[in-house]
C-alpha cells in the first residue's frame, strides 16, 4: 500500500490549503481513511476521518467547522479542506487507511500511513 500526500505548503493565518492523498494497492473504496497531524514535541493528533462510502465523517474538535474531509473513490484519492487556518495547525499532515476493508466509519486502527505533507501557517 503506497499513500502519496500532496498540497501542503506555506500560508497566511486565516487563508485556505487543500491535501490530497493518493492511494496505491488496496481497494481504495472499501477503507475507511483519515488525516492525522504531528508537531515535534506533541503526541500525534487525530484530525479527521471518512468512511469508505464517503458519507459518515468525524473531526476533532480544534478543526470543526473549519476542515473539511471528502473523497473520490474514482481517483484513489481522499482530500482535506482546511480554511481559516490558525497558527496552531502548523504540522506535517499525515494521510492513513483503516487496518482492513470495510471495519469501521470510524479510524480506530490506522494502519498504512503516507509520508506526510509539511503545513506551516503563519501570523
Known amino acids: 500500500v503506497q499513500l502519496q500526500a500532496s498540497g501542503g505548503g506555506l500560508v497566511q493565518a486565516g487563508g485556505s490549503l487543500k491535501l490530497a492523498c493518493a492511494a496505491s494497492?488496496?481497494?481504495?473504496?472499501?477503507?475507511?481513511m483519515g488525516w492525522f497531524r504531528h508537531t515535534p514535541g506533541k503526541e500525534r493528533e487525530f484530525v479527521a476521518d471518512?468512511?469508505?462510502?464517503?458519507?459518515?465523517?468525524s473531526y476533532a474538535d480544534s478543526v470543526k467547522g473549519r476542515f473539511t474531509i471528502s473523497r473520490d473513490n474514482a481517483k484513489n484519492t481522499v482530500y482535506l479542506q482546511m480554511n481559516s487556518l490558525k497558527q496552531e495547525d502548523t504540522a506535517i499532515y499525515y494521510c492513513?487507511?483503516?487496518?482492513?476493508?470495510?471495519?469501521?466509519?470510524?479510524?480506530?486502527?490506522?494502519?498504512?500511513w503516507g509520508q506526510g505533507t509539511l503545513v506551516t501557517v503563519s501570523s
Open positions: 494497492g488496496l481497494t481504495f473504496s472499501s477503507y475507511t
Open positions: 492513513a487507511t483503516d487496518s482492513g476493508p470495510y471495519r469501521s466509519n470510524r479510524l480506530t486502527s490506522p494502519h498504512n
Open positions: 471518512i468512511g469508505w462510502a464517503g458519507i459518515a465523517t
